[in-house]
């Protein structure tokens, strides 16, 4: 079925340090990947997505590349900041019976320190 | 847009006692998400709907989860009777079929003793 990998956390970064968060799907047909944001006490916030092999989606400083190649979504920052500590979550929509629903990974949680 | 409204935002309970969640999802969404996020489990995706009609409640945990969608604008997640495991955040979300992206409320956090 389909599934959602994300790399193992808690990730403890300096500030202004280079981040990448792994992202592998296993999916049916051609989803569509998102990129979700937590922040302490919140709700999940679309952070970026995209669409269709080699989309990049980009916001607020992050950006990911659409693989369909090697399945994956991977996120990266060039350079991060205190307030971007946070959980993020991969997510790949669903095809098929189960279209619409979101297929979420468990999260990645990230510290950044001054 | 004001977004997905979800109310009480902290409920505090005793076990054995009804607990009712409200959701009000953006206007023009056809689809509305229950979720649970607890340290252990994650987020677990419980029900969802499509144009008010549930599709899947294959992760409703057990019989004494029940939801429902009257009309277009609400959702009611209710626990009968609730239980200290059931303790959690609750994130209700909803999406537009042209879209696919979902679009959370801010959560009520349920406190069962």
């Known amino acids: 079925g389909d599934s959602v990998t994300q790399m193992e956390g808690p990730v403890t970064l300096s500030e202004e340090a280079f981040l990448t968060i792994n992202c592998t799907y296993t999916?049916?047909?051609?989803?569509?990947l998102f990129w979700y944001v937590q922040y302490p006490g919140e709700g999940l916030q679309l952070l970026l997505k995209?669409?269709?092999?080699?989309d990049k989606g980009s916001n607020k400083g992050f950006e990911a590349t659409y693989r369909k190649e090697t399945t994956s979504f991977h996120l990266e920052k060039g350079s991060v900041q205190v307030s971007d500590s946070a959980v993020y979550f991969c997510?790949?929509?669903?095809?098929?019976?189960?279209?619409?629903?979101?297929?979420f990974g468990q999260g990645t949680i990230l510290t950044v320190h001054p | 847009d004001a977004g997905v409204i979800q109310s009480p935002r902290h409920e505090v309970t005793e076990m054995g006692q009804e607990v009712t969640l409200r959701c009000k999802p953006i206007?023009?969404?056809?689809?509305l998400f229950w979720y649970r996020q607890t340290m252990m489990r994650g987020l677990e995706l419980l029900i969802y709907f499509n144009n008010n009609v549930p599709i899947d409640d294959s992760g409703m945990p057990e019989d004494r989860f029940s939801a429902k969608m009257p009309n277009a604008s609400f959702s009611t997640l209710k626990i009968q009777p609730s239980e200290p495991r059931d303790s959690a955040v609750y994130f209700c979300?909803?999406?537009?079929?042209?879209?696919?992206?979902?679009?959370f409320g801010p959560g009520t956090r349920l406190t069962v003793t």
């Open positions: 206007s023009g969404h056809d689809y």
């Open positions: 997510a790949q929509s669903g095809g098929g019976t189960s279209y619409g629903k979101l297929t």
């Open positions: 995209a669409t269709k092999a080699d």
């Open positions: 999916a049916t047909g051609y989803p569509s």
């Open positions: 979300a909803s999406s537009s079929q042209t879209r696919g992206e979902q679009y």
